[in-house]
């Protein structure tokens, strides 16, 4: 199984970049979004549910950033809009197959090398 993530790189504030992270393997439940800045601890970002019908966000995120599934295509997707310098991390997406939707990184037990983004002034 693995969780191959897509689509980082060097924005300016206010840009917009879309993330994806594609599942190859096996399918789950519940696919969410965390992401790691220089110095601090990985964050939760947002989570979806299968049917793309439930979704959490960090309530830094709220607002701005869109979460997304294609079950067909075997990929969750992160819309990032109105990006801020804090936004600049490595973004990991995360699976795991209970239904719940979780904050919590410790419940999620399969991982993605990650992409970084960067968000310049």
């Known amino acids: 199984v693995q969780l191959q993530a897509s689509g980082g790189g060097l924005v300016q504030a206010g840009g917009s970049l879309r993330l994806s992270c594609t599942t190859s393997g096996r399918s789950f439940n519940t696919m969410a979004w965390f992401r790691q800045a220089p110095g601090k601890e990985r964050e939760f970002v947002s989570a979806?549910?299968?049917?793309?019908?439930?979704?959490i966000y960090a309530e830094s995120v709220e607002g701005r950033f869109t979460i997304s599934r294609d079950n067909a295509k075997n990929t969750v997707y992160l819309q990032m809009n109105s990006l801020k310098l804090e936004d600049t991390a490595i973004y990991y997406c995360a699976a795991r197959q209970p239904t719940v939707l979780s904050r919590y990184r410790g419940q999620y037990n399969v991982w993605g090398q990650g992409t970084q983004v960067t968000v310049s002034s």
């Open positions: 979806i549910n299968w049917s793309g019908k439930n979704t």
